[in-house]
């Protein structure tokens, strides 16, 4: 996935029975005169569906045949407290629903 985006990566994920969760980072380019805009909900929205895209697509063609729902849900972390409280609950799900609980860090 680096190849296709190398401003993005994986900070950490869970596989689940029927889904996965993912921690992913934007990184933002320099600043000042550019104009690129910063990592806010802007960019996010327009990364993140290619992003989701490119990894089904890939996935799909890995595994033969499709392996994804239609729909996914995001949420943008804007806070230390916001990321805290999402990590809890990628630690906390797997728990929940009666499996092993792997919170796997960093895929660029």
Not at 43 to 69: C, D, E, Y
Request: proline fraction near 8%; include cysteine.
């Amino acid at each position: 996935m680096i190849a296709f985006y190398p401003h993005v990566r994986i900070e950490k994920y869970v596989v689940m029975p029927n889904h996965i969760h993912l921690l992913i980072a934007i990184q933002q380019g320099p600043s000042g005169a550019s104009r690129t805009p910063p990592p806010t909900s802007a960019r996010a929205s327009q990364v993140i569906p290619m992003f989701i895209s490119t990894l089904k697509r890939l996935t799909n063609k890995t595994a033969g045949h499709a392996l994804w729902q239609r729909g996914y849900y995001d949420h943008i972390i804007r806070s230390p407290d916001d990321y805290n409280t999402n990590l809890a609950l990628h630690r906390h799900q797997p728990r929940q629903m009666g499996v092993g609980y792997t919170l796997c860090h960093g895929l660029s």
